[in-house]
């Protein structure tokens, strides 16, 4: 490994502990679900490039890297992974201002973005991000589509989901101008 990778390691391990530490403050749970979200929206919104490639999965938008980078972290007491009646709750670890540190520079170059996306989706919960996530997924994958062609393909892929949901998260995407149609 050269000194790039691990720089890359210490950005993708920096902005979960930030993420873990931020959660302290934000009034619903971070879940693993919750965090495989907010860092898709970090890369794909904000512009912010962790080192994370997702694909599409189950729950919208999905990286094995990071999950197996948050056992990483929870092995190492950068945050921990608690189990909960339903799925996992992630804190702060006591060793979670050692890998802050360690990212200093990249988070603070990116801080800004950071405090935007806590402060926009922070308080949204899994499933909320689940579909925000899969519409901006689908926008980026699926150039120059309208909205009613979003509408359909999120229906399709999301069928658990109402219409009514969906297109009020397409409106909320759209008045932040999140997503823009041609």
């Not at 691990?6 to 950005?11: E, Q, V």
């Not at 729950?59 to 094995?64: D, L």
Request: charged share 30%; hydrophobic share 40%; proline share 2%.
């Amino acid at each position: 490994m050269g000194k790039g990778d691990f720089d890359i390691l210490w950005k993708r391990y920096g902005v979960i502990a930030e993420l873990a530490n931020r959660a302290k403050d934000i009034p619903t749970q971070l879940s693993k679900t919750k965090l495989q979200k907010l860092i898709f929206l970090l890369q794909e919104i904000y512009g912010v490039d962790c080192g994370y490639d997702f694909n599409f999965y189950i729950y919208g938008p999905f990286c094995s890297q990071l999950d197996a980078d948050l056992s990483i972290l929870d092995y190492w007491g950068g945050v921990k992974i608690n189990p909960v009646e339903f799925g996992y709750d992630i804190s702060i670890g006591e060793r979670n201002e050692v890998l802050r540190e360690k990212a200093r520079d990249f988070l603070s170059e990116n801080s800004d973005n950071i405090e935007r996306l806590v402060n926009k989706f922070g308080g949204y919960t899994a499933k909320d991000l689940e579909l925000i996530s899969t519409i901006i997924y689908v926008m980026h994958t699926e150039k120059d589509t309208s909205k009613d062609d979003l509408l359909q393909i999120v229906q399709s892929i999301k069928p658990r989901f109402s219409k009514e949901e969906i297109l009020d998260k397409i409106s909320l995407l759209e008045n932040e101008n999140l997503i823009q149609f041609a």
